[in-house]
Every structure is written in C-alpha cells, then in structure tokens.
C-alpha cells in the first residue's frame, strides 16, 4: 500500500498564495504515471483542480487557470501545488492523488489517495 501525505494547507487571506505539498515515503514506487489534486468544498461534489503525468503534461481547471500552478520532483514522487491569488471560493479540502501505471493487457493502473489538507480563505 502506498501512502501519501499532502501538507501545506491553512488559513490564508483572500489574495494571498499557499503552496500545497504531496509526497510518499514508500520506495518501491519510482514514478507515478499521473499526480493530481482535487478539492471538495462543503455541500460540494468532488472536482479535478489540477494534474501533471511524469514527462510533465500539465491540466488546470478553468477557474484555476493562471492562479494555480503544479509541478512535481518525479525523482521524490513528490507533487506541488501552488496556488496563487486565492479566493473565498477556494477554500475547500485538497486532496492528492497519485496513480501508478499498469500494465496494459496484464495490469491496471492503481491510484492512491491522500488524506487531504484543509485549505481556507477569509476576505
């Protein structure tokens, strides 16, 4: 089983910037096909915020675009998540997600999940 812990949420003000943190300690796996983040707010569905895959393919949601930004040390398995000019709007739990790759024909691919990390943003 692999674990991640993703790290760096808290309580900051409407324009300020927080950078998220997800990493695992587990050895065994060298690089994750996909790291992802995505965010759930109260009352909520669950929604994709951002995502980057091993040779460095970055997706951002639309109201994300130009506020975050991920990227990833494929060499830790360690994902980030910056996030910049943030909003009441944003304040939501982020959770990560890592998936490793399969096999095709013999393996499927396998995602991981985080606890998630509280993010809140006052006016």
Same mark, same amino acid.
């Given at each position: 089983?692999?674990? %991640?812990?993703?790290?760096?949420?808290? %309580?900051?003000?409407?324009?300020?910037?927080?950078?998220? =943190?997800?990493?695992? =300690?587990?050895?065994?796996?060298? =690089?994750?096909?996909? +790291?992802?983040?995505?965010?759930?707010?109260?009352?909520?569905?669950?929604? %994709?915020?951002?995502?980057?895959?091993?040779?460095?393919?970055?997706?951002?949601?639309? =109201?994300?675009?130009?506020?975050?930004?991920?990227?990833?040390?494929?060499?830790?398995?360690?994902?980030?998540?910056?996030?910049?000019? %943030?909003?009441?709007?944003?304040?939501? +739990?982020?959770?990560?997600?890592?998936?490793?790759?399969?096999?095709?024909?013999?393996?499927?691919?396998?995602?991981?999940?985080?606890?998630?990390?509280?993010?809140?943003?006052?006016?």
């Amino acid at each position: 089983q692999v674990r %991640l812990v993703e790290s760096g949420g808290g %309580l900051v003000q409407s324009g300020g910037s927080l950078r998220l =943190s997800c990493s695992t =300690s587990d050895r065994r796996e060298s =690089s994750f096909k996909v +790291m992802a983040w995505y965010r759930q707010a109260p009352g909520k569905e669950r929604e %994709l915020v951002a995502s980057i895959t091993r040779s460095g393919d970055i997706y951002t949601g639309d =109201s994300m675009k130009g506020r975050f930004f991920p990227s990833r040390a494929g060499g830790e398995n360690t994902a980030y998540l910056q996030m910049n000019n %943030l909003k009441p709007e944003d304040t939501a +739990m982020y959770f990560c997600k890592a998936t490793s790759a399969g096999v095709p024909g013999f393996y499927a691919d396998r995602d991981w999940w985080g606890e998630g990390t509280q993010v809140t943003v006052y006016s």
